[in-house]
Structure formats: C-alpha cells, structure tokens
C-alpha cells in the first residue's frame, strides 16, 4: 500500500470513526476533551515548526503572512455564512431545535471539510510526512465532531444506518478537498505554493483557536487537557525525526 493511499485513508477515518462511536456508545467527556486538546497540540505544532517555515522557504515571508491572513479569514467567512455550531450545544437543545441544530452541524462540518483536505495535500509539493501528520491530527479533530453529529441525529431519528451514513458523509469533502489540491498543486508557481501553505498554517491555527482549545477547555478534566496539548506537539517534533 503507498504512503498516498493510506494517508487518503487517515484522513477519512477521522468523521466515519466518530460516527460509528456516536450510534454505539459516546466515549466520556473527559477522553473527548483530551482528543481535542491532543489535536489542537499536534495542529499547532505542525503550523509553527512545519507549515510557516515551508511556505516562507517556497516563496517569502510577505506571502506567508499573507497566506496565513487568508486562511483565517477563509474560516472566519465560513463561520459567519454558516455557524460552525459548537457540539456542546447539542446537550442544551430538545425537539425540532436539537433537530435544526443538528441538521446544521452536520452541513457546517461538511463545508468545513473541504479546506481541511485540501491542507492534507500539501505533502503532494512537499513532504509526504508533513501530510501523513496532518492527516493524523485532522482525523482525530474529526473523531468528536463525528460523534457530536451522528449521536443527535440517532436520537431523532431511531435509524442507527441512516444516522451512521450521513454523519460519516462529512468525510466526502474531505477527499474531495485533497483530490482537488492534488491536482492544481502540479500546475502553480512556488509563490503560489507558499501562499496556499501559509493560508493552511492560518486555517489550522483559527480552528484550534476557535474550536479545539476553548472546546476542551473543562474544569473535570483536572489539567489533562494541558498535557494532551503538550503531548501533541511533542508527537510531531518526534515525527520530524523519523
């Protein structure tokens, strides 16, 4: 099997995973909080010591702060177009409003998918680790939301199939993002290349800052949380000595 095929499926597993667990048994709040904060460590780490120093080796530091703007701001505009709803508001809601919620969540997450792939890509002009670590760390961001969208809609809806089916459907943009970057990847100039790295370093950053870090952020988890962060980033400087 090629390192590119088992990196296309890391990066599904991560929604199919979780939305398997979601119609079985959810897993406690505090293992959830950990995988969270795990992920945000492993995305952050991978932003700062990976992603900023390739695009400015590609291109410049100018075009990678400039790429970091944009992916920020790709992911601010699709919050305000379409809330990424946050899954503890899940608990909160009854009826046809946890219904609604529901239903938005998972077409929030399918948008949100779709840059997610593309940044997976990013080994295809660079280094194939750096997208097997993505891969990775998306796929175990992926994991609760996974749970957090097939486990309402199993309540609904009293299809364990159906909820299992469209809630691992958020997995789709994900290839679809990665096959597409692929593809434009060949055909761009290095500047360009540079642009869409530092743009995947503000991506990943906004969603720790806006979703993974102030989500797992919980007094019961009595400081776990820190040491998964910690824990994350260490994994990937131990990764780039492989």
Known sequence: MSNLTII??????????????GVLRKPSPVFTYNMLSFAAGVMLAISFLELIPESIEFSSITICVLGM???????YGI??????IHPQLLEQEQGRQLEKTSTYLIIGIFLHNFPEGMAIAIGT???TRLSLAIAIALAIHNIPEGICTSSPYYLLTQKRLKSF???SST??????????????????SFDFVGLIIGATAGLMIYICADELI?????KTTNHSTIFSLIFGAIFVVLLKGI
């Open 69 to 75: 703007l944009l992916g920020s701001l790709l992911m």
């Open 125 to 127: 002009v660079s280094d």
């Open 214 to 218: 102030p989500a797992s952020c919980n």
């Open 79 to 84: 919050d305000r177009l379409l809330p990424h």
């Open 171 to 188: 997995a789709l943009p994900i290839l679809f993002g990665f096959l597409f970057a692929r593809k434009i990847y060949q055909h761009i």
């Open 165 to 167: 089916l469209v809630s």
């Open 8 to 21: 296309v499926i890391i990066s599904v597993l991560g929604p199919v995973i979780g939305s398997l667990i």
